[in-house]
T-cell receptor, first 108, second 112 residues
């Protein structure tokens, strides 16, 4: 069945540095979605990527969908304390499947 | 999200008791979902419903039951058959299956 893997599971970042989290699917996806869950909160939709090779930006966040539509990445530049939380990717094949998430902590 | 209500925020129950978690939405979404989240882990799908009076098992349905008698409501019952029920339970909705999901604030269940 469809599996979505995310790495790394944890990311400890110095404030101001960049980092990337990766999402890989065992099957070709029709689209991929990214969500953010703040500590103690619930997941909130960030963005959806549909086209092969698509790149979308939201301020300091850059989302990319792989050419084969089996992987995706989220790159955050100049990390801030407001970026703390868990970032989930969710791949759409015959159903929406969530990855385990990357939990981000920031050192001030 | 403001359109999805889960109550209560915290719930304590004794081992062996059934407990029902509420999920109500006023977004007019057809699809509704229940997820379980354990500390430091991702979202695991328990049950989902694509339309009223229909629901399907997710990846970890054992020990849980649901109903979908109204479009606005999708209650989840955690039965005594669920061996490790303590977790954070999230309800979500979407316009249609596979579309963007909107999550409620969640209910933290603690079984003593």
């Amino acid at each position: 069945g469809q599996q979505v893997m995310q790495i790394p599971q944890y990311q400890h970042v110095q404030e101001g540095e960049d980092f990337t989290t990766y999402c890989n699917s065992s099957t070709t996806l029709s689209n991929i979605q990214w969500y953010k869950q703040r500590p103690g909160g619930h997941p909130v939709f960030l963005i959806q990527l549909v086209k092969s090779g698509e790149v979308k930006k939201q301020k300091r966040l850059t989302f990319q969908f792989g050419e084969a539509k089996k992987n995706s990445s989220l790159h955050i530049t100049a990390t801030q304390t407001t970026d703390v939380g868990t970032y989930f990717c969710a791949g759409n094949d015959y159903k929406l499947s969530f990855g385990a998430g990357t939990t981000v902590t920031v050192r001030a | 999200d403001g359109g999805i209500t889960q109550s209560p925020k915290y719930l304590f129950r004794k081992e062996g008791q059934n407990v029902t978690l509420s999920c109500e939405q006023n977004l007019n979404h057809d699809a509704m979902y229940w997820y379980r989240q354990d500390p430091g882990q991702g979202l695991r799908l328990i049950y989902y419903s694509q339309i009223v009076n229909d629901f399907q098992k997710g990846d970890i349905a054992e020990g849980y039951s649901v109903s979908r008698e109204k479009k606005e409501s999708f209650p989840l019952t955690v039965t005594s058959a669920q061996k490790n029920p303590t977790a954070f339970y999230l309800c979500a909705t979407s316009w249609a299956p596979k579309e963007t999901q909107y999550f409620g604030p969640g209910t933290r269940l603690l079984v003593l």
